[in-house]
T-cell receptor
Framework: DAGITQSPRHKVTETGTPVTLRCHQTENHRYMYWYRQDPGHGLRLIHY???????DKGEVSDGYSVSRSKTEDFLLTLESATSSQTSVYFC?????????FGSGTRLTVV | TQLLEQSPQFLSIQEGENLTVYCNSSSVFSSLQWYRQEPGEGPVLLVTVVTGGEVKKLKRLTFQFGDARKDSSLHITAAQPGDTGLYLCAGGTAAGNKLTFGGGTRVLVKP
């Protein structure tokens, strides 16, 4: 267990509202990632971070922004939630033996 | 964009049977990882293979990386209900720490 905590675990929000998901890690990993998981699409990278204040886009970054002001926290923000962003969001860190994932946040946009 | 295709998408077998899951790409990867995911949880790493032709065994699971490092397979011998889950392959490149995931194979082992 790489000490990854995602919050909240579940959230229902309305279209057009901003939403922030939090990923917290306790083992000082340099790399952190946000993925979304949808049926038939596997896991798709949204954004990732390679250090404090160092972030880059993944393959499905439109409509999302991230921030990393501390090593342990990586925040994912949906600026104005849309129904297409209903998904399960996973945070991950890179360890010595591959990725370690959090337990996910199930987000529903109504 | 590098793509990984997994097949089949869904597999239902009886306890004691064998199964194979495939992961194919037209791109070369520096490493290939396999994960297993259970409902309500994140994927958990099973194995990483890095050498073309490499075979790794983890109890009843056998993982193989293709000679050209474009494909991989996961074989489960004498499957048990505890093997039920979503199996994901993921390819890594030498350029960085990003992984590309396949779409997943959902395996159901009936008692």
């Amino acid at each position: 267990d790489a000490g990854i905590t995602q919050s909240p675990r579940h959230k229902v929000t309305e279209t057009g509202t901003p939403v922030t998901l939090r990923c917290h890690q306790t083992e000082n990993h340099r790399y952190m990632y946000w993925y979304r998981q949808d049926p038939g699409h596997g896991l798709r990278l949204i954004h990732y971070s390679y250090g404090v204040k160092d972030t880059d886009k993944g393959e499905v970054s439109d409509g999302y922004s991230v921030s990393r002001s501390k090593t342990e926290d990586f925040l994912l923000t949906l600026e104005s939630a849309t129904s297409s962003q209903t998904s399960v969001y996973f945070c991950a860190v890179t360890g010595d033996y591959g990725y370690t994932f959090g337990s996910g946040t199930r987000l529903t946009v109504v | 964009t590098q793509l990984l295709e997994q097949s089949p998408q869904f597999l239902s077998i009886q306890e004691g049977e064998n199964l194979t899951v495939y992961c194919n790409s037209s791109s070369v990867f520096s490493s290939l990882q396999w994960y297993r995911q259970e409902p309500g949880e994140g994927p958990v790493l099973l194995v990483t293979v890095v050498t073309g032709g490499e075979v790794k065994k983890l109890k009843r699971l056998t993982f193989q990386f293709g000679d050209a490092r474009k494909d991989s397979s996961l074989h489960i011998t004498a499957a048990q209900p505890g093997d039920t889950g979503l199996y994901l392959c993921a390819g890594g490149t030498a350029a960085g720490n990003k992984l590309t995931f396949g779409g997943g194979t959902r395996v159901l082992v009936k008692p």
